[in-house]
């Protein structure tokens, strides 16, 4: 049976996220969001995303409201899994790569899959449990399915900035594989 999955671009078009000279995190983030559901849904998978209302709301109201909607799918039939979409900062630019961030050992289980499918395709990749990021996130937190938050790069990073530039939808099309591959 084909998966139920929601997917959302992370943060809003009132309240960007990281903003850098070269990029906007929301506009990437929205970018990566329509290659991910194209390929989900050509996967077979059965894919939620918010009306396009969430993403005029300011924080903390777009983060809340899409909680709602999560929790809410969730309990009609359960999710397989919910995905925010992000992308990176550090005040390095030697800091690069995708990071998959989980909360459950079972999403660590399919972000550790994840991983490995990257690597097989030479991404730097790093699957981390939000103990070993030392943050809490709501998105991680609040959420009853399975949750995943996918940082697809750097926007700070000397090769992400370059992967970014000129090949992010090679990069957003391999992360959206990994999830196919290990759901
Ligand atoms: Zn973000």
Not at 68 to 75: F, G, K, P, S, T
Not at 136 to 145: D, E, Q, Y
Request: with cysteine; aromatic share 10%; net charge neutral.
């Amino acid at each position: 049976m084909g998966k139920r999955v929601f997917v959302a671009a992370g943060h809003s078009r009132v309240a960007p996220g990281l903003v850098t000279p070269e990029f906007r995190e929301f506009d990437v983030n929205y970018e990566a969001l329509q290659i991910f559901v194209k390929r989900f849904q050509h996967a077979g998978f059965e894919v939620f995303v918010p009306d396009e209302s969430i993403y005029q709301l300011p924080y903390p109201q777009y983060l809340t409201r899409r909680i709602e909607m999560v929790n809410d799918l969730h309990a009609q039939a359960p999710l397989d899994l919910a995905i925010d979409i992000h992308h990176n900062f550090s005040p390095s630019p030697r800091t690069n790569g995708i990071w998959l961030i989980y909360g459950s050992q079972r999403v660590g289980q399919l972000a550790e899959q994840m991983e490995r499918f990257l690597k097989e395709l030479n991404h730097t990749v790093r699957a981390m449990s939000l103990s070993e990021l030392g943050r809490s996130l709501g998105f991680i937190k609040r959420t009853t399915p399975p949750a995943l938050i996918v940082e697809c790069g750097f926007l700070t990073g000397a090769v992400d900035k370059l992967i970014i530039r000129f090949a992010r939808g090679l990069l957003y099309n391999a992360i959206a594989d990994a999830v196919i591959h290990a759901l």
